[in-house]
């Protein structure tokens, strides 16, 4: 009786491996891909038709295109739906369904085999595209119409529909706030032509873990290995948020910021550095809105200090006031200054502020409320000792 149970149980646990998991998309965002598919199909048949009014006889939206848009705009950040994918995709399947009814006749076992060598072809060309498979299978069971056209089936309508959409949902995404073509994001781990890992990685995971997990797993994922991540990171993130508790930014920053306005001059803002014995200086607007930052490094950059050949006589001649009219060198922060500026607001936690004051490279974030004027400073000292309180205080509780 107890076997049987235990059967039961196994049986039960097998089944509900079948229950569909919840989809993390909101109500909105489902709104967003399902307006996108209506419109991008709506527009790539009517301008498909437009395009080729003396192919009467093609189809002017084939059923694969269907499954295309829902990668397109249900998952534009998957790398299945990357616009490589879908041209490349559909139109070297395509072939390969053309060419194997071509030399073998329409049949399932051509249709199997054609499905079969897209696969290959788009692993091998890297454009692995699901719909591309029913693709294969449309250019040899699609019926006389289709095999009719031969090989510029793969032309028209397969390139045509492919890019027609592909440029829809290019523009449509990032219209709607959707970044496409979601590109691989550019490695920093070589910033300062080191080995070393980026300071964010060297507590946590590094990205050569990742690499190595998957390298291991071995199995296509449908979600791109800088976007998996990123989500590691966040959680890593919100790991830490919780555990420091809600500290922001307003409560370890310093309030009292020392500022230049864009006409302030050289000589004026390098006694500003000096006197109070800082390394940046905000530059804000008369409603106190930063338009740029000027550091040490910039008057380096200006006075070409990086050679330190007559090193106190260049400096000199940057910060001496030119009385002509006219002046060969810059003469006001605001020449010289960086920009844009890298701001937060004021109710952000800190954790935030740690990939941009670490793997970013940044030294100073100026600070800013709902309007966006400039209160406070944060600099990477303060980071590290609130990070150091918010570590003793987890030991003192432990």
């Not at 006389?144 to 390139?159: D, H, K, Q, S, T």
């Not at 490094?297 to 330190?308: I, P, S």
């Not at 006219?326 to 109710?347: F, L, N």
């Amino acid at each position: 009786m107890l076997r049987k149970w235990t059967s039961l149980e196994n049986l039960g646990g097998w089944l509900k491996t079948f229950q569909p998991a919840q989809i993390g998309a909101d109500r909105k965002e489902r709104l967003r891909a399902c307006v996108g598919m209506l419109a991008g199909l709506l527009l790539t048949g009517l301008v498909t038709r437009a395009m080729l009014g003396s192919y009467a006889a093609v189809p002017m939206l084939l059923a694969p295109v269907g499954a295309s848009a829902v990668l397109l705009f249900g998952v534009p950040a998957s790398p299945l739906a990357q616009p490589w994918s879908i041209v490349g995709g559909n139109m070297v399947s395509a072939l390969m369904g053309v060419i194997c009814v071509q030399l073998l006749g329409p049949s399932i076992a051509t249709a199997a085999l054609a499905t079969a060598l897209a696969v290959a072809a788009m692993f091998l060309l890297r454009c692995l595209h699901p719909p591309g498979g029913a693709m294969a299978l449309t250019a040899v069971l699609g019926g006389p119409l289709i095999l009719g056209l031969a090989y510029e089936f793969v032309l028209v309508p397969v390139g045509v529909n492919s890019i027609l959409l592909m440029l829809f949902a290019l523009a449509y995404n990032n219209v709607t706030g959707r970044r496409y073509p979601h590109a691989a994001q550019p490695d920093h781990s070589g910033k300062h032509g080191t080995v070393d890992a980026r300071p964010i990685d060297r507590l946590g995971f590094q990205s050569r873990d990742l690499d190595e997990v998957l390298q291991k797993y071995n199995q296509v994922l449908d979600v791109s290995r800088d976007d998996l991540e990123s989500l590691f990171l966040q959680t890593e993130m919100h790991a830490y948020r919780r555990r420091f508790g809600e500290i922001s930014c307003e409560d370890i920053m310093s309030k009292d910021v020392i500022t230049a306005e864009f006409g302030t001059t050289l000589e004026e803002a390098w006694t500003l550095l000096r006197q109070h014995r800082i390394k940046a200086l905000p530059v804000v607007d008369k409603a106190r809105r930063v338009i740029g930052i000027v550091t040490l490094v910039d008057f380096m950059k200006n006075a070409n200090l990086d050679v330190y050949e007559k090193f106190d006589e260049k400096l000199r001649q940057l910060l001496r006031r030119t009385r002509l009219m006219h002046s060969s060198k810059p003469e006001v922060v605001g020449q010289i200054m960086s920009k844009p500026v890298r701001t937060a607001r004021s109710d952000l936690h800190i954790v935030e502020l740690v990939p941009l004051l670490s793997d970013q490279g940044l030294h100073h974030i100026p600070i800013v409320n709902e309007e966006r004027r400039l209160i406070g400073m944060v600099t990477q000292s303060d980071l590290v000792a609130a990070l150091y309180r918010g570590r003793l205080a987890d030991t003192d509780m432990g």
